[in-house]
């Protein structure tokens, strides 16, 4: 497969996932996912930044994009279902584990702030094959420089707190 071949088939793969991984900010506040309940350890679960309209619209919008893909490139139906998921679990994972390192919520983890939702979307499209370990990889290092750019357009249009 040619670069910008790989790198085309790499964004349309994740984009449903970018798409659910980006929404929440836009649409976070209410309940919390952890209810404000503290692990074993003492420590918050996730933290004030994830509650359930985040997750929920994140997931919807993540499905309506990962639909528009099934259509127009010949995904499986269950992409579009799995993929935005997977995407914002793997962001819940990361939460859990910045929380458990003492990182503020909105705190940075380089690598892992940046690749959480991806390892999560590409996780769960796994059972599918819909993509090589050439796509994969390709995704894997495409999607940091997009992060932190589009994280950093964010924090200049005032949605984050954070640039990262």
């Not at 790198?7 to 900010?25: D, K, Q």
């Not at 350890?41 to 933290?47: H, N, P």
């Amino acid at each position: 497969m040619d670069i910008p071949l790989l790198i085309i088939s790499a964004l349309v793969f994740i984009f449903p996932a970018y798409c659910a991984n980006g929404t929440p900010v836009l649409a976070g506040g209410g309940t919390k996912i952890d209810f404000g309940k503290n692990f074993i350890d003492g420590k918050r679960l996730f933290g004030d930044n994830k509650t359930f309209r985040g997750f929920f619209l994140g997931w919807v919008i993540g499905l309506s994009v990962g639909l528009v893909v099934y259509y127009f490139f010949d995904f499986p139906v269950l992409f579009a279902v799995l993929t935005p998921f997977g995407a914002l679990l793997g962001d819940l994972t990361a939460a859990f584990i910045k929380r458990r390192l003492n990182i503020a919520p909105g705190g940075m983890l380089p690598i892992i702030d940046q690749l959480d939702f991806v390892v999560g979307a590409i996780v769960f499209s796994l059972p599918l094959s819909v993509i090589s370990w050439e796509i994969a990889l390709t995704t894997l290092l495409l999607t940091p420089p997009i992060h932190l750019f589009t994280n950093f357009c964010a924090y200049k249009l005032k949605l984050k707190k954070h640039p990262w």
